[in-house]
């Protein structure tokens, strides 16, 4: 049975790093895999995890529709298997036709659960409510704790305030333990 999953972790847990494992799985035993990321994510044109693995990929934007641009794809080469990186951007209604998908094929959506404010990004609430299969990809703190808040640093100080998406990686982020999160906060007041 196909089903929607979605992997999701703090920053620094190796999300992106498992999607492409998990691509290179199904490639490796035949399968034609379709890997994609939202194009609001302008770090690279690939797919790219911090410990070097990387894939070229296809991006897509906020106002298109996913059915559409899957069908695009398998017209050309049947796709057996829909990969997205950085799926906390997708849209509400992105994750319902990803729902969709999931009639014909497995959509596997890797990505964070919460903001740097620790409030759900709206593609990851509506994973939550619609996915088969959610599975948490644990991370460790500084302190040796689970890291399951995404902090965000300006000028090195720990910060709750400003757009909700700052695309950025080890320069602006840390995960990091609810404890070691207070405690940065408590510096700032």
């Known amino acids: 049975m196909n089903k929607l999953y979605f992997k999701y972790g703090a920053m620094g847990s190796s999300k992106t790093a498992q999607a492409l494992m998990c691509r290179f799985n199904y490639i490796q035993k035949g399968f034609n895999v379709l890997l994609a990321k939202p194009c609001m994510d302008t770090r690279s ?3 790219t995890s911090r410990i070097g693995l990387s894939a070229d990929c296809e991006t897509f934007s906020a106002q298109d529709n996913l059915v ?3 069908n695009k794809f398998n017209e050309k080469k049947k796709i057996d298997v829909f990969i997205i990186d950085e799926a906390q951007f997708l849209t509400k209604e992105q994750v319902n036709e990803l729902k969709e998908l999931t009639i014909f094929i497995p959509v596997l959506c890797y990505g964070l659960l919460t903001n740097f404010k620790t409030e759900l990004f709206e593609g990851s609430k509506r994973l939550v409510e619609l996915s088969d299969s959610l599975m948490e990809i644990k991370s460790v703190c500084k302190c040796g704790r689970k890291a399951t808040i995404n902090a965000r640093f ?6 709750t305030e400003g ?3 700052e695309i950025g990686a080890d320069e602006m982020y840390d995960g990091m333990c609810y404890n070691c999160f207070k405690k940065e906060l408590s510096k700032i007041k």
């Open 45 to 47: 044109p690939k797919v």
């Open 163 to 165: 757009k909700e998406v």
């Open 68 to 70: 559409d641009f899957f």
């Open 154 to 159: 300006v000028n090195g100080k720990i910060t």
